[in-house]
C-alpha cells in the first residue's frame, strides 16, 4: 500500500483558492487511480474528485466540477487538488486515497489514506 502524506490546507476566504498536495511512497501513483475524499463537520466522507493513471480522464463530484483541478506529476509521485472560488461548505479535512480498482468515486474501493489536511473557508 501506498503511504500517502497531504498538504496545503488552510485557512481562506470565501472565493480564494488554495492548491493541497498529496505526496505519496511506497507505491508509485503512476499505476493507481488517486482520489480526494472530504469530510465536513458532522458530515460523512464525500467524494471529491480522481484521477486515472494515466492522468486521464478525471472525475468530479458535482459540488466542485468547474472550480476544483485534479492533476498529477509522475515524476514527484504527487498528486494536487487545486481549488478556486471555495465556499463555507467546502470546509472539511480533505484526503487524498490510492485505489488500484480504475476510476472511481466509492471510498470502499481505495485501500490507502492520508491522514488529511484541514481547509476551513470563512463567509
Known amino acids: 500500500q501506498a503511504q500517502l502524506v497531504e498538504s496545503g490546507g488552510g485557512l481562506v476566504q470565501a472565493g480564494g483558492s488554495l492548491t493541497l498536495s498529496c505526496a505519496a511512497s511506497r507505491r508509485t501513483i503512476s499505476s493507481v487511480t488517486m482520489g480526494w475524499f472530504r469530510q465536513g463537520p458532522g458530515k460523512e466522507r464525500e467524494f471529491v474528485a480522481a484521477?486515472?493513471?494515466?492522468?486521464?480522464?478525471?472525475m468530479y463530484a458535482d459540488s466542485v466540477k468547474g472550480r476544483f483541478t485534479i492533476s498529477k506529476d509522475n515524476a514527484k509521485n504527487t498528486v494536487y487538488l487545486q481549488m478556486n472560488s471555495l465556499k463555507a461548505e467546502d470546509t472539511a479535512l480533505y484526503y487524498c486515497?490510492?485505489?488500484?480498482?480504475?476510476?472511481?468515486?466509492?471510498?470502499?474501493?481505495?485501500?490507502?489514506w492520508g491522514q488529511g489536511t484541514q481547509v476551513t473557508v470563512s463567509s
Open positions: 484521477i486515472f493513471w494515466s492522468g486521464r480522464p478525471t
Open positions: 486515497a490510492s485505489t488500484p480498482y480504475g476510476l472511481q468515486s466509492d471510498p470502499r474501493r481505495y485501500d490507502a
